[in-house]
């Protein structure tokens, strides 16, 4: 398989692990040292337990429906990169949902196993959350 239909993999399992709210799953998708850098907040540098706390945020606060879609996927070595934009429904103040975008880009490292986990994942939205 190659480096991009991996990731591609992993992208749909994220997708489908975000949406049924399975925080397991997404852990286990990161390296135990992985960071998050997301908008308007301090990194999360405490391995992947904080990166799911920062998950467990977005599901606690409505975030539903995510979906990924690739621009950019290249590696060099054991480091990989993935250039994308996200796109998922959140609650507005009205009691209706809005879908919103955004753009990401994942560093991943590939391990002993060969398999390719998150290192590091910065996004942030093309526009404010409503």
Known sequence: MTLEQQIKEIDAEFCEAFNRGDLDA??????????????????????????????????DAGWRNISLSSVEIGSDGNLAYHVGKVEFDVPTK?????????????????????????????YNLDEPLP
């Open 26 to 59: 997404l852990k286990t998708m990161h390296e135990d040292n992985a960071m998050m850098m997301a908008p308007d907040r301090p990194a999360s540098v405490g391995g992947s337990e904080a990166v799911v706390q920062d998950y467990r945020e977005m599901w």
């Open 94 to 122: 009205e009691g209706t949902t809005k879908r919103v975008a955004g753009k990401y880009v994942d560093i991943y490292r590939r391990g002993e196993d060969e398999s390719w986990k998150v290192h590091l994942t910065c």
